[in-house]
Each structure stands twice: as structure tokens, then as C-alpha cells.
């Protein structure tokens, strides 16, 4: 007779953790590294929504009022990317090029996302998202060939 689920004792200890360390020797140097919390999969796909989030149409508007528009887009865009990936990063010791740590980033902190180089800030998605760093790195390559 099978056992009912209600009769196997539990002998799990601790929760599920949603932290990771994750060595970023190659982008930053010996010794560097980023604590980033892992993404559910609803917050993935608020990501996923930020990143494919489509330019308002401006057709019929003049090229001013295009223009105002095109930019308010594009920094809302931008602030509710920053403002994610701000939540996800716990801790780092990243360094700027006069070797000067970044703050960490928070609601104060966000330009510190422009300071970064763009393989940095893509190795952040991707690690949030929770793939692994290198699986992606050799999907990228296979995709250019």
C-alpha cells in the first residue's frame, strides 16, 4: 500500500535560498565578486516585460513633440531597469578605473549603473535570472557563427 504524503516526516532543515555568491574574477579582477538575490519567476518576467517594453507610437505628432516623448520614454525605461536590478544586488566589492569601490546600488545610487561596462551590467542580468554565467557566454557565441 502506498505511504500517504501526510504520514512522511519531514527532515528538511532550513528554507530555500534565494542568495548567491558569484566570482567575477574575469570582469573585475582576483578576488572580486557580486551577491545578487535570485530572481522568482514572476520577477523574471516583470524583467522580461522592462526589457521588451515597446517605444510609444509617435507617428502623426511633430518632431518636437515626438522627441519629448521618445525621451520621457526612454528614461522611464531606464529608471525601472536600473530600479530592478538595484533590488537584486546585495552586496559587491567592484571597483570604478581609479579603483574606487562602486557604491552599492540603491534608490540613490542608480547612475552607478552607468559607470559599468556593458559586459558588467549584461553578466548582472544574466546571473539574476539565475543562468549560468558561461552556459550563456558560449550561447552567444554559438548564435554569432
Do not use: C
Amino acid at each position: 500500500m502506498a505511504a500517504n504524503l501526510q504520514d512522511i516526516p519531514i527532515t528538511r532543515k532550513g528554507g530555500r535560498t534565494r542568495t548567491r555568491r558569484v566570482e567575477t574574477d574575469e570582469l573585475q579582477g582576483e578576488g572580486s565578486y557580486i551577491i545578487i538575490k535570485r530572481a522568482t519567476v514572476n520577477e523574471a518576467q516583470e524583467l522580461r516585460k522592462i526589457q521588451t517594453t515597446r517605444p510609444p507610437d509617435v507617428e502623426g505628432l511633430d518632431r518636437d513633440e515626438a522627441q519629448e516623448l521618445m525621451d520621457a520614454f526612454s528614461e522611464d525605461l531606464e529608471l525601472r531597469a536600473r530600479t530592478f536590478l538595484a533590488n537584486f544586488i546585495l552586496e559587491w566589492n567592484w571597483m570604478n578605473d581609479d579603483d574606487q569601490i562602486f557604491p552599492l546600488p540603491d534608490v540613490d545610487h542608480l547612475d552607478v549603473f552607468g559607470d559599468l561596462t556593458t559586459d558588467e551590467l549584461s553578466f548582472i542580468y544574466v546571473a539574476i535570472a539565475g543562468a549560468d554565467q558561461n552556459n550563456a557566454q558560449k550561447k552567444q557565441v554559438t548564435k554569432k557563427r
